[in-house]
């Protein structure tokens, strides 16, 4: 507990208001809560301004794609089934399998150019969370239950680079996330369940008996 304080002890006001935000954010989602996306705003603001500072240049700039995504997230969490939630969905394993090769080899070439190019630092770390967390964003956006699954291996991954970079707060809150982004895998996958019982019934509802 005294190692916590500590931690927090070094950590700037400007990013533990972010952190705040963020985990106002990744409850909200959880719940499904269409004001996941407003928070989302305000934390991924805050933490591009912290990465570009430290030097995480594909961590700043994904933060400011959050800025975006948030918006069209809100947008299609709101009006993108005729003003009705939109269900959860989920994605065939050959998906992720083509995705995760893409996204794989793309960071091997954007960490080689950002080794030789710039002052960034751990840059293959950096490329391959940012990358992973664009795709995996989107995929909250629409609803995808998958999702999950990739945010537990990310957030695990920015614990170690936030730690590395003194990023003290930071590196919690992503270990929180660790533990969130399980919570919200299950409670997405009982949703999922529920309302594809739902549609079964409702379709069994519908087909008249032979005559």
């Not at 730690?163 to 299950?186: D, K, N, P, W």
């Amino acid at each position: 507990m005294d190692r916590l304080i500590n931690l927090l002890e070094l950590s700037s006001g400007l990013e533990l208001t972010a952190v705040a935000f963020a985990i106002a954010y990744i409850v909200l989602a959880i719940r499904q809560s269409l004001w996941c996306w407003p928070a989302a705003v305000c934390s991924a603001s805050l933490f591009s301004w912290l990465f570009f500072q430290g030097n995480l240049y594909m961590e700043a700039w994904l933060q400011a794609y959050y800025v975006a995504i948030a918006f069209y997230g809100f947008w299609v969490w709101r009006f993108g089934n005729k003003h009705q939630p939109i269900p959860i969905t989920t994605r065939p394993l050959g998906f992720h399998v083509v995705w995760v090769f893409l996204l794989l080899v793309t960071s091997i070439f954007i960490s080689i150019y950002l080794r030789l190019r710039t002052d960034a630092v751990f840059p293959e770390l950096d490329t391959v969370t940012t990358l992973f967390s664009l795709f995996t964003t989107y995929l909250v956006a629409r609803k995808v239950l998958e999702n999950w699954l990739y945010w537990i291996v990310i957030n695990s991954l920015y614990v170690w680079l936030f730690t590395l970079q003194g990023f003290q707060a930071t590196a919690i809150l992503f270990a929180i996330y660790v533990i969130m982004s399980t919570v919200g895998y299950i409670r997405w996958r009982q949703d999922y369940r529920q309302n594809q019982r739902k549609r079964v019934d409702s379709a069994g509802m519908r087909v008249s008996p032979a005559r």
